[in-house]
């Protein structure tokens, strides 16, 4: 349906366009008038004066109409209104064409009918190369066609003889055509304005949907990076407690419940773990640490801590050996394989899942599984966050839909290709494509902490800085029982007062990124550094998943853990950084 507004704007395009195409046509009708009037003066065929004056004729109505395309041109950008240009164009035209047509019969010798053809010929050349430039709106150029044909057919019938009414008719019959013609390639024009117009408001529709799309994306990531830091902070807590509590002795129904406890802790911490995870992608401050690194003994790896919970289904998990040797982040890549082998074993209720490798190109690293199979319809959409198939009573032993979502985004990173089939009722299979390295490239990777540095009793002084009591106390309790001595505050002014008169120099400082009174946790172990005067390493640990704290905290060069930290992880990261120092 053509609404007002756009008739409007093709109407506007349409003077625009004829204005355009004009001068070129002018110029080289002027030269076309002039060549051909001296030529014809030269032979005696033109009146001298006749020609004079419609040479002179010629030149100012296409200067008048070249000054009328300048002020067209120079008009105010504000000046929408098209009606008066184009009645300003028509009027023009109407002036060239009876110009031209009468002048060109007028200037001839009355004598020379054999020569009066070349000016019909002429008349004929100008009314058909005027459709490129007046074409575009046909009032100004029927108008025209009007005003150069007019003279020429009455003067071909008052000459009265057969040569000339025959031409007369020609000329009349070319006329319908040309009118015809000019509708037709008119109407093609109007047209493909019409469909340019439209797919510039839809582009711009779409520019508006995605920037709409970008500001809930963002307003969502706002609201999930507070939400999650306040609910961190005492999952956080709750995990301090919990693997304090295991030190002390307890029956064991007692111990029993505590590990209900540790199991319903650790899922919530997957939760935030994958909101994390997703906002620091969409943050982009996960690094790159490529490495060349033998893919089996990874593999293995992650198989290995999947095996207890496949068998418990009566799941069979396979590993196919690969010697295969390859260059990526091997860190993320294990993210990715983790999060592939999660979902398979979620989703697999009998048979078996293999993992596997096959060569081509790029090292293809496969997870294939005899699950419920995904439907074509589904096979995109189990990529973005939240979606799950199948879990309408959203049970959480099957994941909270995260894992693909994260599997997407670090894989677009890694630039390493994703593809999935799949086949609904019989399996699915998801495939990484993963660049080759030679084994002579094969490098040491960075040691890792044995399973004994990471249970070795630790000593000296760490502090503790955290705005939650909760954390301060919990935090306290586990480090005490790991053997380290510790002072806990609320801020950096309280740990300056309690450190006062403590001369032990601390070995660590953990401190929460976001503290009270907008202090940040960089900011703290900088001034308890400068106290010591000492280069006393520092840790952070956050609950924010905002992207500008992310960035925030990445770039301030400390350890950087989220909250809720597990405590194993916790304690190979202090002893890390104490054995370091």
């Known amino acids: 349906m053509t609404t007002h507004s756009s008739v409007e704007r093709i109407r506007r395009e349409q003077i625009r366009t004829i204005y355009n195409n004009t001068p070129p046509g002018m110029v080289t009708t002027l030269i076309t008038v002039v060549v051909l009037t001296v030529g014809l003066v030269y032979i005696d065929a033109a009146v001298r004066f006749n020609a004079a004056i419609f040479v002179a004729a010629m030149c100012v109505q296409t200067a008048g109409r070249m000054y009328l395309y300048h002020r067209y041109s120079s008009r105010p950008r504000h000046d929408e209104d098209w009606r008066p240009w184009a009645l300003r164009f028509t009027l023009g035209s109407v002036a060239g064409g009876l110009t031209i047509g009468f002048g060109c019969i007028w200037m001839m010798s009355p004598d020379r009918v054999d020569l009066q053809l070349i000016a019909l010929l002429v008349i004929f050349a100008v009314a058909g190369g005027a459709i490129g430039a007046f074409g575009g709106y046909l009032p100004a150029y029927f108008l025209f ?35 015809e013609q000019v509708r037709r390639s008119n109407g093609q024009f109007v047209e493909s304005i019409r469909l340019r117009f439209e797919n510039l408001d839809l582009v711009e529709d779409l520019r508006r949907e995605k920037a709409l799309a970008e500001e809930a994306n963002a307003a969502k990531s706002r609201f999930l ?11 956080h807590a709750l995990t301090l407690f919990v693997s304090a509590l295991r030190a002390h002795q307890m029956e064991e129904e007692a111990r029993g419940l505590l590990d209900h406890i540790d199991g319903s802790v650790r899922s919530l911490g997957g939760l935030f773990d ?16 490529r490495a060349v690194f033998a893919v089996q003994p990874l593999i293995e790896r992650v198989c290995r801590d999947y095996q207890a919970k496949a068998g418990a289904k009566g799941v069979e998990l396979r590993v196919r050996a690969t010697r295969a040797i390859v260059n990526s982040d091997p860190m993320l890549f294990e993210r990715i394989l983790r999060n592939i082998i999660t979902n398979a074993v979620a989703y697999t209720e009998r048979g078996k899942i293999l993992v596997g490798c096959r060569r ?31 879990n309408a009573e959203r049970d959480r032993t099957r994941g909270v839909g995260l894992g ?33 390295a030679s084994e002579r ?13 990471v249970v070795a009793r630790g ?38 007062e309690r450190i006062a008169t403590h001369p032990q120099i601390p070995r660590l400082i953990l401190c929460d990124y976001r503290l009270r009174d907008n202090e940040t946790g960089s900011a703290a172990i900088e001034r308890l550094r400068s106290e010591y005067n000492d280069e006393i390493p520092g840790m952070l640990i956050t609950g924010d998943t905002a992207p500008d704290r ?28 104490i054995q370091s120092e």
């Open 360 to 390: 081509g190109e790029q090292l293809r690293v496969q997870v294939w599984d005899t699950g419920r199979g995904i439907a074509p319809s589904e096979q995109q959409n189990v990529f973005q966050e939240f979606y799950q198939i199948g």
């Open 404 to 436: 693909l979502a994260i599997v997407k985004r670090l894989t677009t990173l890694l630039d390493h290709p994703l593809d999935l089939a799949s086949q609904f009722g019989k399996g699915t299979c998801l495939t990484v494509a993963i660049p080759y």
């Open 274 to 289: 994958g909101l994390l995870d997703i906002s620091r992608l969409d943050a982009g401050v996960v690094e790159i640490n």
């Open 145 to 179: 066609l009007f005003a150069i044909s007019v003279t020429p057919v009455v003067w071909l019938f008052a000459q009265g003889d057969a040569l000339h009414v025959t031409i007369g008719i020609l000329f009349l019959l070319w006329f319908g055509a040309v009118i």
């Open 441 to 453: 490239d094969l490098k040491n990777l960075d040691a890792t902490l044995t399973e004994a540095e």
């Open 225 to 235: 990076a507070a939400a999650s830091h306040d609910l961190r902070q005492p999952v």
């Open 459 to 496: 000593s000296g002084l760490i502090l503790v800085l955290d705005d939650e009591v909760a954390i301060q106390v919990a935090m306290k309790s586990l480090l005490q029982g790991w053997g380290y001595s510790v002072i806990a505050a609320g801020s950096c002014a309280e740990m300056l």
């Open 550 to 577: 992310l960035k925030e905290a990445q770039a301030s060069g400390y350890l950087l853990l989220h909250k809720p930290v597990p405590y194993s992880k916790l304690r190979a990261a202090i002893t890390h950084l």
